[in-house]
């Protein structure tokens, strides 16, 4: 008895099995992507966020001392015959005065910022803004400048003290900053020095 190999779909199938297939293989560990097997992940690619720690302090202060003193002195005489008259004249003039400008100036915030580029020698350049709205008083926080990877602790933080190039703005608007600010007749009577 004979067999019959009549179903063309079986005979196509053996043929695919014994075609090699050319396998595609990848890397499990990527170049730059290696990481301690202990640790979480530290950011150090563009688009990875990292906390910025803003600790910022800043004091000065001025003083000024100045005085001047003049004094002019004329006296004279005058003989005419039994005549004789004589007279003195003095003119004063002194200013002292002093001044001192003391200021004290601390911000404390914590906020988020995205690697947007990795600089030729590997340090990290970072832009992150925050707003809030509080009570009707609008506040932005903008940090910009560069890092060192070394700097980014095990939480993926840095202080802002390491920040490199650093721009941190801080503008608020709103019912407290409008009043901290003199008036228009306090800055008119300002500017007349009164």
């Known amino acids: 008895m004979h067999r019959k190999w009549g179903n063309p779909l079986c005979g196509l199938l053996l043929a695919a099995c014994c075609i090699p ?16 097997l202990s640790s979480d992940r530290r950011a150090t690619q563009p688009g990875d966020t990292i906390s910025i720690v803003v600790l910022q302090a800043a004091e000065s202060s001025t003083s000024l001392q100045s005085g001047t003193r003049r004094s002019t002195a004329l ?14 004249l003095g003119l004063g003039n002194s200013f ?5 400008i003391r200021r004290t ?15 030729p020698n590997g340090d990290l350049r970072i832009e992150g803004a925050q707003h809030m709205l509080i009570n009707g008083e609008s ?18 933080r840095v202080a802002s003290n390491r920040i490199a190039d ?12 409008r009043s901290g600010k003199p008036g228009p007749i306090q800055r008119i009577f300002s500017f007349l020095g009164l």
């Open 139 to 156: 506040t932005t926080v903008e940090v910009r400048g560069r890092i060192r990877p070394t700097d980014i602790d095990s939480d993926n």
């Open 21 to 36: 297939a050319a396998a595609r293989a990848d890397d499990l560990f990527k170049p730059g992507m290696t990481q301690s």
């Open 75 to 88: 006296s004279g005489q005058v003989s005419a015959g039994k005549l004789n008259e004589s007279g003195q």
């Open 96 to 100: 002292s005065g002093s001044g001192e």
């Open 166 to 177: 650093a721009q941190i703005n801080y503008n608020g608007k709103g019912f407290v900053s």
């Open 105 to 119: 100036e601390r911000f404390v915030t914590q906020m988020s910022a995205t690697i947007t580029s990795v600089l």
